[in-house]
């Protein structure tokens, strides 16, 4: 499971299959080697970068607390024009990303990074391609709205189609506070959708490994449920899903912010390595970047577009771009413990990333007061 110090699981992990159990040797392994091999474990394809939600917005507080949308340390460094370019994964690309996965021993495929995945209109047919292909691990992250808004039957089909790792984001276990934190989303149908879910795998119509996970960002909010048990008791007592997960909310670039439910501490190189660099990677919807991270992206850590673009470097593929200058460099800086120096041998966005925090929780009192947003 991830060192990332702001990620915790609640309760215990769920069982797997012995193939299952072999990949995750290699991801571990990687961790404890620093050893990233010829290719990635893992490979985030965002089908999409685009979202029906708007999570932690308000009009006292319209930016919310999205880092998908915000990503305030890309924003520091003048990537507004690649932070905020939306759209969808042309299928002709997915399939050709998908292959050279499979051919370079890529075990783990995620659908998404930035935005909703359930918005593409072939979610379902990108899923069973993926499933086609054997890979052991098929991952998505998704706020259980999306295209289920039309399609009631939509997360059932996801499982059919042989999903192994379904993760939705819920954030509450009543419908007040998840309204007030997941801006935009309908309670009602991340229901149906769980429902629909965990009914298709309960009826055997899954992959062997389909486990669905309630995944939650601790804030203010929603504290006292995650801290007191009612939120697990919720999701897997009474929903039925296999396992919950925990996100510290945190945001980047010095930016204090309402929402947080824990005070920060920065880490230095010799506390922290991050092992992201050694064993996943994403390629963005349009195929222009890709990062050995899923922490946002600079040009200094782009590892080269997977497509052919003007004014953009010479097309790269997913096994050209994990042997990048660029990916070499930001895993020697964790190598050698140097990422936390200024200069030349530091990297700012490790610096700045939410990784590199250690988080104390905050007994944070059942009704908070919101604050505004306070830029430091
Ligand atoms: S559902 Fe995800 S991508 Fe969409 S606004 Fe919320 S946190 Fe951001
Ligand atoms: S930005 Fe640096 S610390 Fe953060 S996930 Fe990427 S490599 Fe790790």
């Not at 989303?185 to 229901?191: A, F, P, Q, R, T």
């Not at 929402?259 to 195929?287: H, I, L, Y």
């Not at 050995?292 to 577009?305: A, K, R, S, V, Y």
């Amino acid at each position: 499971m991830s060192k990332d110090p702001t990620f915790s699981v609640l309760g215990g992990l769920p069982t797997r299959s012995e193939r299952y159990e072999a990949y995750r040797k290699e991801w571990d392994r990687r961790e404890n080697a620093l050893d990233p091999s010829d290719h990635p474990v893992h490979v985030d394809l965002e089908s999409v970068a685009v979202c029906d939600l708007r999570c932690g917005s308000s009009e006292e507080d319209p930016q919310g607390f999205c880092q998908i949308w915000t990503h305030e340390h890309i924003r520091t460094q003048g990537f507004d024009e690649h932070t905020y370019q939306r759209g969808y994964m042309d299928p002709v690309l997915y399939g050709r990303l998908l292959q050279q996965c499979a051919d370079i021993g890529v075990s783990s495929i995620k659908l998404n990074y930035r935005g909703e995945p359930s918005l593409h209109p072939r979610i379902v047919s990108f899923v069973r391609e993926a499933h086609g292909l054997g890979f052991p691990d098929i991952m998505m992250n998704s706020n259980g709205n999306g295209l289920a808004r039309k399609q009631p039957d939509l997360f059932g089909k996801i499982v059919e189609a042989g999903i192994t790792d379904l993760m939705f984001s819920v954030d509450a276990c009543d419908p007040e506070t998840y309204h007030r934190q997941r801006v935009g989303g309908s309670w009602e149908i991340l229901l149906n959708s769980v429902r629909t879910a965990v009914r298709a795998r309960a009826e055997g119509k899954s992959a062997p490994d389909c486990r669905i996970r309630a995944s939650v960002v601790r804030t203010h909010l929603n504290a006292d449920a995650v801290d007191s048990g009612r939120m697990e008791e919720f999701w897997k007592g009474k929903m039925g899903v296999d396992w919950m997960s925990i996100s510290e909310c945190y945001f980047p670039a010095g930016i204090q912010h309402h929402w947080k439910a824990a005070e920060w501490r920065q880490m230095d190189a010799n506390e922290f390595q991050c092992s992201d660099p050694f064993r996943r990677m994403v390629v963005t919807w349009d195929g222009r970047h890709t990062m050995p991270c899923c922490q946002g992206f600079t040009l200094e850590i782009d590892g080269g577009p997977v497509v052919k673009a003007q004014g953009y470097a010479p097309m790269v593929s997913i096994e050209q771009a994990w042997a990048s200058r660029n990916f070499d460099r930001l895993r020697d800086s964790h190598r050698a413990r140097t990422w936390d120096q200024k200069g030349k041998a530091g990297e700012p966005i490790c610096q700045n990333c939410a990784v590199t925090k250690m988080p104390t929780r905050l007994a944070v009192p059942t009704r908070a007061i919101p604050l505004p947003v306070v830029r430091t």
